[in-house]
């Protein structure tokens, strides 16, 4: 457990996430949380949870992290926490930019979960199991075999080549990033840290790079790693870990 500072005249906020081996920040969606935070310029103390342990979050009567707690207050699910650190942390820099932005970036959450991660998620679950523990392991084996019929070494034996029709989708992104720096606009907002997540959720987890070098989104990543003194750089890479370079 990692104590920050109290936000003035507030009580400590709390984040579960997934932990992994040597304490590995490897939730994607808890990392949505953990920059929506530092957008609103909140701290929080966060508590890590192995991805089989239910017991340890059954207080949110749900199963899945990121879960915010603020007092009396629980909130779980990535999107339902930006909602609530909009909403009632008036003073920091909006998540959203106005009623329009939240609408859009809703779009954004949704494209994200359902066109994205499910073609580059079943590529790389094959090195998600090596960095948590044992149980974990075939906690996480079991659910993606399930979902996808195929175990985890077939989903990335021919993933080199798979990968094209996940980095086909962005497309769009890419031409939004050749008229601004971030999808938000100017500056980076909820919907780059929606986004990022699953890139940053990938540097964690793997070695393997879904984007080509040349394409435009390496630059955008690499904003996106710097923002917030680096906070997203600042937790160690797969490569950094193996000790190779990446
Ligand atoms: N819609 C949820 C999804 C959260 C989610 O899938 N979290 C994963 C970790 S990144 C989890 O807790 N999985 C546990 C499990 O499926 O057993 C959100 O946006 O927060």
Not at 28 to 56: C, E, N, P, Y
């Amino acid at each position: 457990v990692v104590i920050i500072d109290a936000p003035e005249g507030r009580a400590v906020l709390t984040l579960y996430e997934l932990g992994g081996l040597d304490g590995r920040r490897y939730s994607q969606f808890s990392w949505r949380a953990t920059l929506a935070l530092a957008h609103k310029g909140l701290t929080a103390q966060t508590i890590k949870v192995r991805v089989s342990d239910k017991a340890a979050i059954a207080f949110s009567k749900q199963d899945k992290v990121p879960i915010l707690v603020d007092r009396e207050t629980v909130v779980a699910d990535s999107w339902k926490i930006a909602e609530y650190l909009e909403d009632d942390f008036l003073s920091g820099p909006s998540l959203f930019g106005c009623d329009t932005g939240r609408a859009l970036t809703r779009f954004v959450n949704a494209f994200v979960d359902r066109q994205l991660i499910p073609k580059l998620a079943p590529l790389i679950m094959r090195d998600v199991v090596e960095i948590v523990d044992a149980e974990d392991a075939a906690h996480l084996r079991k659910q993606i075999e399930a979902a996808f019929r195929r175990s985890l070494e077939e989903l990335a034996a021919d993933r080199a080549n798979e990968i094209t029709g996940f980095r086909r989708i962005l497309d769009p992104v890419r031409a939004s990033l050749r008229a601004q720096s971030f999808l938000a606009g100017v500056s980076a907002g909820y919907a780059d840290y929606i986004l990022f997540s699953l890139f940053q959720w990938a540097r964690i987890v793997s070695t393997f790079e879904p984007l080509e070098s040349t394409d435009a989104l390496v630059g955008w990543r690499e904003r996106m790693l710097d923002l917030h003194d680096g906070l997203a750089r600042s937790e160690p890479s797969r490569a950094e870990r193996d000790g190779g370079a990446r």
